[in-house]
């Protein structure tokens, strides 16, 4: 058994990047995973709870081979031990991106003390695997200023390696002491500005200096998320 490698595998279907973010998914003390991993041993009840909260086949969870997941939404189908052993199921069903999901936490749009980094996380979301992105980030809207287009509890996923705006485009900007908010963006050379507009015309529009202006976008939404 080779802790490390079915470490990857367990952050790759719960979307976790530190041990606390995986402590909080599987309801354990982070000093369980240290001492998992100092062992070089995988409690069972992880696979277990993995199966019950993804569906993840444990044989999968364990090589690295196998179908990834043994549940679907369809449940399961009970059947006769000879029908069962020679039952194959098509595995093209589940082997799209828009098939499988992943769990990723969710930001309050709210700032930290340092003007910069997110304030806390408010909860997780199940998303699509295709709609991940390099350096995803994910906010709960609380606002209304882009409201029709975008409504107040809208979850937003936002791409932070893209800071370079295109006219016309979505961003999410930092704005001290407002938090994160999402604004269209356009550049203006003449006057070395960058453009922010609302969709919600009561909400002014706002002028930053072209110069440095990549500080204060966070990154490019690339998904919305939201109940009519």
Known sequence: MN????????KLVTNTRTQVELADVLDIRQSSISDAKRRNSVPADWSMTLFEQFGLNPDWLKKGSGPMYLRTDQGYSPMDLPLALHACEDPTRYGGADAKSTIVSVYSTKLGD?????????????????????NLHVIRVDGSSMEPLIHKGAYVGIETAQHHVASGELYAVRFPYEGIVIKRAFINTQDAKLILRSENTAHPEVALPLEGHEAHVMGRVIWVLQRL
Do not use: C, H, K, Y
């Open 3 to 10: 802790f490390d490698e079915i470490f990857e595998r367990i």
């Open 114 to 134: 340092d003007n910069e980094t997110p304030a806390s996380v408010i909860g997780r979301l199940t998303i699509p695997q295709s709609f991940m992105g390099t």
